[in-house]
T-cell receptor
């Protein structure tokens, strides 16, 4: 497809339910990011993949959150035993190039292309 | 927690006026980016300024960066009703790939 797609666009879950959110990045993009955006706030980083490898998961708020990208393309963010505080928009982004860790060359730049997000409401 | 802080939190102007939004951040950065988000839509990248740049233009957008003050500003000239949206600054730290966003400025342009 032309851009990053996410599904479902809206998800309503009862507290305690498990949910799975899907992200289809732009074809050929090496890097994939997940962000969480609470109402009235800016996005907050959750986790990042380089191909199938999860290189940074420092933003995942608890061990109820799990992300995978088994074949290096589509990614799934899973939230187990959802709580009301998990209600937010979950954004996925992908980028083409990869800057290796530790190489912060001043001209390095990966533009991140964002999907429309999945709005999760936990009742 | 979020890195940047934008001000003002909300801005309401008349069509044709200029809009200025400010962003402050806390750490050394590789670059700073501005994004727009319309209601119910994803983030759209507007402009990027690298840490060794002081000013950049793109159409009606002008971005400045002051690394000594760890701050940036976004100026939208001759605003249009279609510019109504939330605007976020995001910094990419000196090493790493993730973006750290501010809380955003809500801009309303009245026609």
């Amino acid at each position: 497809g032309a851009g990053v797609s996410q599904s479902p666009r809206y998800k309503v879950a009862k507290r305690g339910q498990d949910v799975a959110l899907r992200c289809d990045p732009i074809s050929g993009h090496v890097s994939l990011f997940w962000y969480q955006q609470a109402l009235g706030q800016g996005p907050e980083f959750l986790t990042y993949f380089q191909n199938e490898a999860q290189l940074d998961k420092s933003g995942l708020p608890s061990d109820r959150f799990f992300a995978e990208r088994p074949e290096g393309s589509v990614s799934t963010l899973k939230i187990q035993r959802t709580q009301q505080e998990d209600s937010a928009v979950y954004l996925c982004a992908s980028s083409l190039y990869l800057i290796p860790p530790g190489q912060g060359a001043i001209d390095s730049y990966n533009e991140q292309f964002f999907g429309p997000g999945t709005r999760l409401t936990v009742l | 927690s979020q890195q940047g802080e934008e001000d003002p939190q909300a801005l309401s102007i008349q069509e044709g006026e200029n809009a200025t939004m400010n962003c402050s951040y806390k750490t050394s950065i590789n670059n700073l980016q501005w994004y727009r988000q319309n209601s119910g839509r994803g983030l759209v990248h507007l402009i990027l300024i690298r840490s060794n740049e002081r000013e950049k233009h793109s159409g009606r957008l002008r971005v400045t960066l002051d690394t000594s003050k760890k701050s940036s500003s976004l100026l939208i000239t001759a605003s249009r009703a279609a510019d109504t949206a939330s605007y976020f600054c995001a910094v990419r730290r000196e090493y790493g790939n993730k973006l750290v966003f501010g809380a955003g400025t809500i801009l309303r342009v009245k026609s």
